[in-house]
């Protein structure tokens, strides 16, 4: 099987790149990144060279071009099924896809108001109402995923899988937002924050200099 080429953006901001990152480094794939920088005049001509789509993340594989996080995910699942990327249980992962789904397309005031910068200092915004009903449907659906699947591990599902690596971005806003969650969604926090991925992720991120103005919300 072929290496595959993981092609993302900056890592201080580029939330959906992180999604698939995540996915392969903590499943133990191979894989080589090619990095295309936001905010140059040629991120759109170069991502569309790639994809005709024009947005990362994009995986190159055996000849196959593949965009959007979350299809990039599931053909992960297909091609290397040994990694458990979803759980195996038919109701764990009927459950896992639809977080999925939802996080894909919902969560959208907290999106906007606290973008995805990982070098931003832990602090506070004003919450609106939208915000937080997104937090707490947030909160409701990790518990639900937890209380019925996660007694393996920290995580949804409880070993580290595509609906984690899916959250990842959005467990970083609301630590650098300093959003107020209850304890349990605390620990599922901390256990993703804590990931040897996550890690190599962030340091990389913090040797960024480029600045991303409409990314930057203070
Ligand atoms: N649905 C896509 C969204 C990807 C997306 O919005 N990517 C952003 C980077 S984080 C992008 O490429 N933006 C550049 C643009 O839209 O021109 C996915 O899940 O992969």
Request: glycine content about 6%.
């Amino acid at each position: 099987m072929g290496k595959a080429t993981l092609v993302i953006a900056n890592k201080n901001y580029s939330s959906w790149s992180l999604r698939p990152f995540m996915a392969m480094a903590m499943a133990d794939i191979d894989f080589d990144e090619k990095f295309i920088r936001f905010g140059e005049p040629r991120f759109g001509r170069a991502v569309r060279k790639i994809s005709k789509a024009g947005q990362v993340p994009v995986l190159l594989h055996n000849g196959l071009t593949i965009w959007d996080s979350l299809a990039i995910m599931e053909y992960l699942a297909e091609t290397w099924p040994d990694r458990n990327l979803w759980p195996k249980n038919k109701a764990a992962r009927a459950l896992a896809r639809s977080a999925c789904a939802e996080m894909h397309t919902g969560f959208k005031s907290l999106r906007d108001v606290c973008p995805m910068n990982l070098r931003r200092p832990q602090r506070a915004v004003a919450m609106n109402a939208a915000i937080l009903a997104d937090v707490a449907r947030l909160e409701a659906l990790w518990r639900q995923c937890r209380k019925a699947h996660g007694k393996g591990g920290p995580f949804l599902f409880g070993k580290f899988g595509i609906a984690d690596a899916m959250f990842t971005p959005v467990v970083t806003r609301l630590e650098t937002f300093d959003i107020k969650v209850a304890e349990d969604t605390q620990h599922y926090i901390n256990a993703v924050l804590a990931t040897p991925a996550f890690h190599e992720w962030k340091a990389a991120a913090l040797k960024e200099k480029w600045i991303v103005a409409e990314d930057e919300v203070d």
